[in-house]
């Protein structure tokens, strides 16, 4: 059995179990298959050699992923056609039976980037002075660029505090979140954000109002890593 893809227009399109190929606009193959002894799988999701026992059914199931270029970049998708070719023998007889094709629609997907903003100098309460010096807030930034052509919902990311990389004097160091803004309105003093709704090609930023105990020339590295989650219209 071979399956085989072709767009609105009924041209054929390119489906390859290779996740490398180029120019796929699906990448294809064999999932499960219950009931079909010595099945043999080939390329681009075929399958060959498989035995159904007499009154028995078999079952053969697919993994189909459609590429990031397929959909297109209409918020509408694209429509395919999914069809398959199968052949089998009976009582000596080779028989070729063409599968009637069923439409699926590809939608764009979201393709989110963050950047994360961190003031150089971050001045706090001098730990060798006997006096006691008031924190000054410091910024903490991130910017969420979505650049598919799909829309994210429920986007929401909980982002790492930030990090004393360097110590050597083994110093009390305490962050506090004092407040954030999301797109220039109030948030939560919190690092997890809820942003909501990204929209295609759309820029939403956060900023965090934050403050440091001890102020020591600590070097501090933003988050380099967060936990994005979202669902994205299918």
């Known amino acids: 059995m071979t399956v085989s893809f072709a767009d609105a227009a009924g041209n054929t399109v390119i489906a390859s179990s290779d996740p490398s190929a180029s120019g796929a606009a699906f990448f294809?193959?064999?999932?499960d298959s219950q009931g079909v002894s010595v099945l043999q799988s080939g390329a681009n999701g075929?399958?060959?050699?498989?035995?159904?026992?007499?009154?028995?059914?078999?079952?053969?199931?697919?993994?189909?992923?459609p590429t990031a270029e397929s959909a297109g970049q209409s918020p509408d998708g694209k429509?395919?056609?999914?069809?398959?070719?199968?052949?089998?023998?009976y009582g000596g007889k080779v028989e070729t039976v063409q599968v009637a094709s069923d439409s699926i629609v590809v939608k764009p997907q979201p393709q989110l980037t963050l950047d994360y903003f961190l003031t150089e100098e971050v001045i706090a309460d001098d730990a060798f002075t006997p006096e006691f010096e008031?924190?000054?807030?410091?910024?903490?930034?991130?910017?969420?660029?979505?650049?598919?052509?799909?829309?994210?919902?429920?986007?929401?990311i909980d982002s790492a505090q930030p990090r004393i990389v360097d110590n050597e004097q083994q110093l009390a160091v305490d962050f506090s979140i004092l407040g954030s803004f999301l797109d220039d309105q109030p948030s939560a003093a919190s690092l997890l954000i809820n942003f909501g709704t990204v929209a295609s090609q759309q820029v939403r930023a956060v900023?965090?109002?934050?403050?440091?105990?001890?102020?020591a020339p600590l070097p501090i590295l933003a988050p380099t890593s967060a936990m994005p989650t979202s669902s994205a219209a299918r």
């Open 79 to 89: 429509l395919f056609m999914v069809g398959a070719t199968l052949t089998y023998s």
């Open 207 to 215: 900023a965090g109002s934050c403050s440091r105990a001890c102020r």
């Open 134 to 156: 008031p924190p000054q807030p410091y910024t903490l930034g991130l910017r969420i660029s979505n650049s598919g052509y799909g829309s994210a919902a429920n986007v929401t």
């Open 28 to 31: 294809i193959d064999v999932d």
């Open 46 to 65: 075929a399958v060959t050699d498989g035995q159904i026992a007499p009154k028995d059914v078999g079952v053969i199931r697919w993994l189909i992923i």
